[in-house]
């Protein structure tokens, strides 16, 4: 079973919308979490990183926030654009790093 | 500023032929190097990293090898390619180990996506 996992699988919505993508881990002990945003057929690029101390941190019109004791994080993001179609990967670092299978997000015009 | 070439983009092999796929950083010295597999629908898989020129670690028993000829250069290699080696391959170049708790993120290739026929 991956200790990262991403839900929903996929995503569609309207330009301009707002949306959220959930991140649950199981991965202990934690040291950090990082989003990455992977356009199709390039390489993910990462968007922010959260540490444990850490609830919020916005990148732009991402945002994303953690709960450490829920091991929980999401990222959301804000008036969403086309550029924004992607896949959004979670990534949780502690001895190694364990990468979420991502979140297929697509805006339509 | 730092860059990350990874070649071929696209490449389609029968199955039984070798493969050689390489990937090259500018503009750092001494990076941690990485090769992943991605498949559709799951995470990307560690398969090879690298602290060092000749240091090689292999994550998982497969099919392939990767080499570190130069300290910006990574390679990774098949003799003989099987159907389940199919996939998207992604370099990634760090400044920090895998292996310690670190902030550094990954920083990608443009991967290459290999067919076996």
């Known amino acids: 079973k991956n200790q990262v996992e991403q839900s929903p699988q996929s995503l569609i919505i309207l330009e301009g919308k707002n949306c959220t993508l959930q991140?649950?881990?199981?991965?202990?002990?934690?040291?950090?979490l990082r989003w990455y945003k992977q356009d199709t057929g390039r390489g993910p690029v990462s968007l922010t990183i959260?540490?444990?101390?850490?609830n919020t941190k916005s990148n732009g019109r991402y945002t994303a926030t953690l709960d450490a004791d829920t091991k929980q994080s999401s990222l959301h993001i804000t008036a969403s654009q086309l550029s924004d179609s992607a896949s959004y990967i979670c990534v949780v670092s502690a001895n190694d790093m364990r990468f979420g299978a991502g979140t297929r997000l697509t805006v339509k015009p | 500023s730092q860059t990350i070439h990874q070649w071929p983009a696209t490449l389609v092999q029968p199955v039984g032929s070798p493969l050689s796929l390489e990937c090259t950083v500018e503009g750092t010295s001494n990076p941690n190097l990485y090769w992943y597999r991605q498949a559709a629908g799951r995470g990307l898989q560690l398969l090879f990293y690298?602290?060092?020129?000749?240091?090689i670690s292999s994550e998982v028993p497969q099919n392939l090898s990767a080499s570190r000829p130069q300290d910006r250069q990574f390679i990774l290699s098949s003799k003989k390619l099987l159907l389940s080696d199919s996939g998207f391959y992604l370099c990634?170049?760090?400044?920090?180990?895998?292996?310690?708790?670190?902030?550094?993120?990954?920083?990608f290739g443009n991967g290459t996506r290999l067919t076996v026929t």
């Open positions: 959260m540490t444990f101390s850490e």
């Open positions: 990634a170049w760090s400044v920090l180990s895998i292996k310690s708790s670190y902030n550094s993120p990954l920083h």
């Open positions: 991140c649950n881990y199981t991965v202990s002990p934690f040291s950090n």
């Open positions: 690298s602290v060092g020129i000749g240091q």
